[in-house]
């Protein structure tokens, strides 16, 4: 049997940290398991260029209206692209649709895998106008590697329906695909209490987690504003994950007077998410429409539900699909009256909070298996190649 090599590309870092940089490492750890060695995946990220390269192109500039990171680390990452390696390469796996050219410069056939909207993340996170010239570039570019990409895989139902809207493509040709966790990796933890003394919090604490990247769409203030509305010290928040809304995170806790209540781990490496997990006793994912970004399937939910932890999230996007059929509880949004209700209601009955625990794990085993998901990149993989080769 012919070993092919798929190139797995994105212009972001990898590793990082993400659910985006997650879904690649699930992807180069079960990819070749998986087909049985037929497929052996490589990674080409903004992460293989040089210190100086990363940082030359991050500098803030516009470039004939696309933000000038995304012009120079696709200009670096084609003159990184080695005849031997595209020799060996019949098809790309392309992360993001700004990285779909680097399969256009090689003359290979794609396969775009959205996890996000490029334009509404980069307005998002007032890089630039919403709407403005630099934002109808980039959705240009999603619309033209939509439209070139011989399959689309969206990890939410909302994500298909808006790339449908803009590009007007077939749609047999985009497949809705959510995230996926390894339940081996993330399992329940039976002694939880221990748990909680080998990471040096108190057993008798209430730990809640928020494992999510500190950015608006993320909403993490309504989950401090919802802990203030409680007034119960023995509930702690952990925070892991950083970004450019620590610090007036940190200055809200302070203002609330809930230092001794929320600890900011920072980011963490994604390995020892399974741990800190284990030892929490809920997880919430607070996440706000922002600028037309609004929550897909989150891995990290995904995560929580397959530790068995109960999960309390924003009604809007692909936590809905998630969490429905009692699987978790919804809240609306941008709302930490109805989330510190959801939040009490589970302190208060904890066999309620157990129930929704053993429905989530059940619910990922069932509909998100890592097999099930290998499986259908593996099926698109085969019948792109077989269209391109004839064989």
């Not at 003359?107 to 775009?112: E, H, N, Q, T």
């Not at 803009?166 to 039976?190: A, C, Q, Y």
């Not at 494992?211 to 309504?222: I, S």
């Not at 069932?366 to 391109?388: C, F, H, P, V």
Request: hydrophobic share 40%; net charge neutral; glycine share 6%.
């Amino acid at each position: 049997m012919e070993k092919k090599q798929i190139l797995i590309t994105t212009i972001g870092k990898f590793p990082h940290v993400g659910g985006k940089s997650v879904h690649i490492e699930t992807l180069t750890r079960s990819l070749p398991k998986a087909s049985n060695g037929k497929f052996s995946p490589k990674v080409l990220s903004f992460s293989d260029l040089g210190p100086f390269v990363q940082t030359f192109c991050s500098l803030p500039r516009v470039f004939k209206d696309i933000p000038l990171d995304f012009v120079l680390r696709r200009y670096f990452l084609k003159k990184h692209l080695g005849k031997e390696i595209l020799s060996q390469v019949p098809l790309f796996l392309v992360q993001e649709s700004s990285s779909f050219q680097l399969a256009e410069y090689a003359g290979k056939p794609f396969i775009l895998t959205v996890h996000g909207s490029s334009c509404d993340e980069y307005a998002s996170s007032k890089a630039i106008p919403f709407g403005g010239r630099s934002y109808k570039k980039l959705l240009q570019e999603e619309i033209e590697a939509a439209k070139r990409a011989a399959f689309v895989i969206t990890v939410d139902t909302n994500l298909k329906n808006q790339i449908l809207e803009r590009s007007h493509i077939d749609g047999s040709k985009v497949t809705v695909l959510p995230n996926t966790v390894d339940t081996d990796v993330f399992s329940p933890e039976m002694n939880k209490k221990a748990q909680k003394e080998a990471l040096g919090l108190n057993p008798s604490d209430f730990v809640t987690v928020v494992v999510r990247r500190l950015v608006p769409k993320n909403g993490v203030q309504f989950a401090i504003l919802a802990l203030a509305k409680l007034q119960q010290k023995n509930v702690k928040l952990v925070v892991a994950g950083d970004g450019p809304e620590r610090k007036s995170l940190e200055e809200l806790v302070a203002q609330l007077h809930l230092e001794d209540q929320v600890v900011f781990l920072g980011a963490i490496q994604h390995h020892r998410t399974p741990e800190l997990l284990r030892c929490a006793d809920l997880c919430l994912i607070p996440s706000v429409p922002d600028q037309n970004v609004v929550e897909a399937t989150s891995i990290s939910a995904l995560e929580a539900m397959a530790t068995a932890l109960p999960v309390v999230a924003s009604g809007i996007g692909g936590l809905k699909e998630l969490l429905e059929g009692g699987a978790g509880v919804l809240v609306p949004p941008a709302d930490p009256e109805a989330l510190a209700a959801a939040w009490k209601n589970i302190i208060d009955n904890p066999v309620f909070g157990e129930s929704l625990g053993v429905k989530a794990r059940a619910k990922v085993l069932q509909e998100y298996s890592l097999d099930k998901w290998i499986g259908t990149y593996i099926d698109l993989i085969e019948r792109t190649i077989e269209a391109s080769t004839g064989r």
